[in-house]
């Protein structure tokens, strides 16, 4: 978890100063992390991770839809399920 946390402020840092080449890496690194979070039972932390992953994805998809549009589907479905998760 410590890696992703670092790996994910690295490419936050990155996605900023050259942005079309580490937005999609910093898509998935959200998407990694939403996942760790989501095993260690870090359901508030997973659903932010997952709003902002979806926020990266949403916007690759404009240029590509065909390409990213599973990846936000399971975006969705992970969303869905971390609020089940938080309703308990």
Same mark, same amino acid.
């Given at each position: 978890?410590?890696?992703?946390? &670092?790996? $994910?402020? !690295?490419?936050?840092? %990155?996605? &900023? ?8 890496? %910093?898509?998935?690194?959200? $998407? @990694?992390?939403?996942?760790? @979070?989501?095993?260690? @039972? !870090?359901? +508030? ?10 926020? %990266?994805?949403?916007?690759?998809? !404009?240029?590509?839809? +065909?390409?990213?549009?599973?990846? %936000?589907?399971?975006?969705?479905? !992970? #969303? ?6 938080? #309703?308990?």
């Amino acid at each position: 978890m410590d890696r992703l946390k &670092v790996a $994910l402020a !690295q490419y936050c840092h %990155l996605a &900023v100063r050259r942005s079309e080449e580490f937005r999609m890496r %910093l898509a998935r690194c959200l $998407l @990694n992390m939403t996942t760790s @979070n989501m095993i260690f @039972n !870090q359901y +508030e932390t997973a659903l932010h991770k997952a709003h902002e992953a979806a926020a %990266l994805y949403t916007d690759l998809t !404009q240029p590509d839809r +065909e390409t990213y549009q599973p990846l %936000l589907r399971k975006i969705c479905d !992970q #969303q869905a399920l971390i609020r089940k998760k938080l #309703q308990r």
